[in-house]
């Protein structure tokens, strides 16, 4: 048997935190990355890190058999915590609740990195307030094939936007292929209203660059960078500020100062660079804090937008139906051919009015794949394609659908295949899955028969 590694002790904010497992690979491509140099790598930005999750409920993402392989969520603290860290009560849609991790210094940021959390996850709220958001998120989510210049575009029309709205936007990578521009806000507003306010900025951008730009929900529908309203939807957090992402070059969502934007490339902000650009220039989102500001010329938007025949757009999958919300279902299983309200077919200056429902196409989407593991999915995609040649040659890049699906604690992947550009005497049937395990699927099944 192998032998057990000894700990390693780290002296961080006047208090001990145990580094267990300290050399075990959490990073094995094109970085090699221990855990222990992990720890070291957010000690080095803590006061940037540490920024994004002081005094906020914190979900736990942990990789605790290391960023190639697949996390899990847990919302509950760890009963064996320390004494000194501190927990806050968080209810959910769901009405069940749970004490959250605080994350209120770079002992505790050492501690649940220790854990396995090589990303962050903070609430946007504040442990005196739980039902009032200080942070508006515009995630930028660029599909498949869309080029970053494209990305830089869309977040510097939402800086444009921000200023407009009297908000100040910060902006950062994701640490992936998208951005975020973030902003303060006041505690004045539920998740509810927030979200609206999100929604109506989305959609305002996608007026503004039809082409390069959407806030449609389902992914079948959608061009461009899509603007994810739903991030502001009370149970959803994205990374915060210096998060380490589970990608081979173990990318850093980094921070920015605006002038930076138009010439950034994510691929430049790593563990191994953003320690030292840190600490040349320090945390450009450091003055956040200074500009909370108002949701008012943004809900107005939201106003104009309804009193023109725009409802509510679709809310995630495990969100109870909420009123002004259209159909749930993605067109592809769409039974009516209906259009629905806050689609955006139908608006107005389109030539119908804008109340009145347009006819919605049904788009001829196959699932392929299931699993928990993203490279055993991706092995069934290519199993399919090589089954199905004369289809596969006719699929574009955003044809193919790979979903990150999320339950109460586990993740797995999901690929679904957009036919609509395959002629319809080549568009394979609907077979049995290849990889087919959805871990979720027996709670359902379960969950089905109960009711």
């Not at 108002?294 to 025949?309: M, P, T, Y």
């Not at 077919?345 to 196409?361: F, L, V, W």
């Not at 109460?408 to 609907?430: A, D, F, K, M």
Request: proline share 7%; net charge positive; with cysteine.
């Amino acid at each position: 048997m192998a032998k057990k590694q000894a700990a390693a002790v780290l002296t961080v904010s006047g208090r001990e935190v145990q580094v267990t497992n300290p050399d075990k690979l959490y990073f094995s491509r094109d970085v090699k990355l221990t855990k222990l140099q992990v720890v070291q790598y957010y000690l080095s930005v803590a006061d940037g890190a540490v920024r994004g999750t002081r005094d906020r409920p914190n979900m736990l993402k942990r990789f605790v058999n290391g960023a190639e392989k697949e996390p899990f969520y847990q919302k509950r603290a760890p009963d064996n915590r320390p004494e000194w860290l501190r927990t806050v009560t968080l209810s959910f849609p769901s009405g069940r609740t749970a004490d959250e991790v605080v994350v209120d210094d770079a002992a505790g940021l050492a501690w649940i990195v220790n854990l396995g959390c090589i990303e962050l996850h903070p609430h946007p709220v504040r442990t005196n307030d739980l039902d009032h958001p200080d942070e508006l998120r515009i995630d930028l989510d660029p599909i498949p094939g869309v080029k970053w210049d494209q990305v830089r575009t869309v977040a510097i029309e939402a800086k444009n936007l921000m200023d407009e709205m009297g908000l100040r936007g910060f902006a950062k990578t994701s640490g992936s292929r998208g951005m975020h521009v973030n902003a303060r806000i006041q505690q004045r507003w539920t998740f509810t209203e927030v979200r609206r306010a999100a929604l109506a900025f989305s959609r305002e951008i996608e007026r503004r660059l039809p082409k390069l730009a959407t806030s449609k929900w389902w992914k079948e529908e959608r061009h461009g960078v899509f603007l994810d309203y739903n991030q502001n939807a009370k149970d959803r957090t994205t990374c915060s500020a210096y998060s380490i992402r589970p990608l081979p070059d173990a990318r850093v969502s980094t921070p920015l100062r605006w002038e930076e934007v138009p010439d950034c490339d994510p691929e430049e902000f790593t563990v191994l660079t953003v320690p030292k650009r840190f600490a040349e220039i320090g945390d450009p989102n450091e003055a956040m804090d200074d500009f909370a500001g108002s949701l008012e010329k943004l809900l107005d938007l939201a106003d104009r937008d309804e009193a023109a025949g725009l409802g509510d757009a679709p809310w995630p999958p495990h969100f109870r139906k909420m009123e002004g919300e259209g159909m749930r279902v993605a067109p592809s299983r769409a039974k009516s051919g209906k259009g629905e309200a806050g689609s955006g077919k139908g608006q107005a200056g389109s030539g119908k009015r804008a109340n009145e429902k347009a006819p919605r196409s049904k788009m001829p989407l196959i699932t392929v794949a299931n699993s928990p593991s993203k490279d055993e999915a991706l092995a069934g995609l290519e199993r399919w394609k090589k089954k199905h040649r004369a289809a596969a040659k006719h699929l574009a890049v955003d044809d193919v659908l790979i979903d990150s699906m999320r339950g109460r604690s586990s993740t797995w992947t999901r690929i679904r295949i957009n036919l609509r550009n395959v002629p319809e005497q080549n568009r394979p049937q609907q077979e049995k899955r290849d990889p087919d395990d959805d871990p979720t699927r027996e709670w359902r099944e379960a969950h089905r028969k109960a009711r």
